[in-house]
Nanobody, 124 residues
Framework: QVQLVESGGGSVQAGGSLKLSCAAF????????MAWFRQAPGKEREGVAV???????KYADSVKGRFTISRDNRKNSLYLEMNSLKPEDTAMYYC??????????????????WGQGTQVTVSS
């Protein structure tokens, strides 16, 4: 049974940094697309960043230049390094995994496995 376990969320002041981790079990992270999504209270879920099996990456415009998605194949883990955090980055962040290895638009329907989420709170 595939499991995605996120960690690394927390509270930080604006301008600060956090690094989220997602450990994958019964799933080969290197073979497929993986992504980070987020959802703030009262808002729709938003795709943040995706990494293809080729290690190509794509980002939402709102986080370009501030966030970096990466993968460690040996640890079978996904990461999201977040810098220059803003209050509007406050949300529950979810790790997501696909069974596609290319053409993985940042839409929820393209990902079939989801973690439980980790909260990120940025204060002004």
């Amino acid at each position: 049974q595939v499991q995605l376990v996120e960690s690394g969320g927390g509270s930080v002041q604006a301008g600060g940094s956090l690094k989220l981790s997602c450990a994958a079990f019964e799933y080969t992270a290197s073979a497929y697309c993986m992504a980070w999504f987020r959802q703030a209270p009262g808002k729709e879920r938003e795709g943040v960043a995706v990494i293809y099996s080729s290690r190509s990456t794509k980002y939402a415009d709102s986080v370009k230049g501030r966030f970096t998605i990466s993968r460690d194949n040996r640890k079978n883990s996904l990461y999201l390094e977040m810098n220059s955090l803003k209050p509007e980055d406050t949300a529950m962040y979810y790790c997501a995994a696909s069974l596609r290895n290319w053409n993985c638009p940042l839409r929820g329907e393209n990902f079939i496995y989801w973690g439980q989420g980790t909260q990120v709170t940025v204060s002004s």
